[in-house]
């Protein structure tokens, strides 16, 4: 293990400590508590990162007024970006970013009949004027979510910008040591020398 994999590792625990003492930056919104399985991943995501967040259900149809006062007032609670997983006709995401001008990340979840692509048009396809940035299907959209959340974050805030290099670090190393697979059986992951 390298010093800077070492230091990667000291950080994320020390985020994990630190985390739930601080005002949330991020919001994960979901449109039910079904969606949860899939969107721990983006909680878990900003927590190795170190970026304090807040979890709710809320349903831009089951509870349309409760959608509308969180979105309408996360601005002044000191939010800065709102992430929003749906799937079916998937509109939380739309609607959340009506009512706010902070940066919305729409993930749409893998549903049941059509395999989230309903999920991902009813996200993506936003008519010109009101944006959300969707991400992929499920849960690599879910991670990816928060690494995006915490790149916007990293504009103003240095320490998540710093954040993300470990992950990245760590993420590399992680892949360069999957070679070791093959060690030890006859068919050798290891490229031959050419
Ligand atoms: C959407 O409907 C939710 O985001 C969820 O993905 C989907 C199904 O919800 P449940 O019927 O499981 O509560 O609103």
């Given at each position: 293990?390298?010093?800077?994999?070492?230091?990667?590792?000291?950080?994320?625990?020390?985020n994990?400590?630190?985390?739930?003492?601080?005002?949330?930056?991020?919001?994960?919104?979901?449109?039910?508590?079904?969606?949860?399985?899939?969107m721990?991943?983006?909680?878990?995501?900003?927590?190795?990162?170190?970026?304090?967040?807040?979890?709710?259900?809320?349903?831009?149809?089951?509870?349309?007024?409760?959608?509308?006062?969180?979105?309408?007032?996360?601005?002044?609670?000191?939010?800065?970006?709102?992430?929003?997983?749906?799937?079916?006709?998937a509109?939380?995401?739309?609607?959340?970013?009506?009512?706010?001008?902070?940066?919305?990340?729409?993930?749409?979840?893998?549903?049941?009949?059509?395999?989230?692509?309903?999920?991902?048009?009813?996200?993506?396809?936003?008519p010109?004027?009101?944006?959300?940035?969707?991400?992929?299907?499920?849960?690599p959209?879910?991670?990816?979510?928060?690494?995006?959340?915490?790149?916007?974050?990293?504009?103003?805030?240095?320490?998540?910008?710093?954040?993300?290099?470990?992950?990245?670090?760590?993420?590399?190393?992680?892949?360069l040591?999957?070679?070791?697979?093959?060690?030890?059986?006859?068919?050798?992951?290891?490229?031959a020398?050419?």
């Amino acid at each position: 293990m390298t010093r800077e994999h070492e230091k990667a590792k000291e950080t994320r625990t020390v985020n994990k400590l630190r985390t739930p003492n601080k005002k949330p930056l991020v919001a994960i919104l979901m449109g039910s508590k079904s969606d949860w399985q899939t969107m721990e991943h983006a909680a878990k995501t900003l927590e190795e990162l170190g970026v304090p967040h807040e979890v709710r259900v809320l349903s831009a149809h089951r509870t349309p007024d409760h959608l509308f006062e969180y979105a309408s007032t996360a601005e002044e609670r000191g939010l800065e970006v709102i992430i929003a997983a749906a799937g079916g006709a998937a509109h939380l995401a739309g609607v959340t970013a009506a009512k706010t001008i902070l940066p919305v990340l729409g993930v749409p979840m893998e549903s049941a009949s059509l395999k989230g692509l309903d999920s991902l048009l009813s996200t993506v396809q936003m008519p010109g004027g009101i944006p959300v940035g969707t991400l992929a299907i499920g849960k690599p959209g879910a991670i990816n979510a928060a690494l995006f959340a915490a790149a916007i974050l990293g504009t103003k805030h240095r320490e998540f910008r710093e954040a993300i290099r470990k992950y990245r670090a760590t993420q590399a190393e992680n892949v360069l040591n999957s070679s070791d697979l093959g060690r030890g059986s006859s068919a050798s992951a290891k490229p031959a020398k050419s």
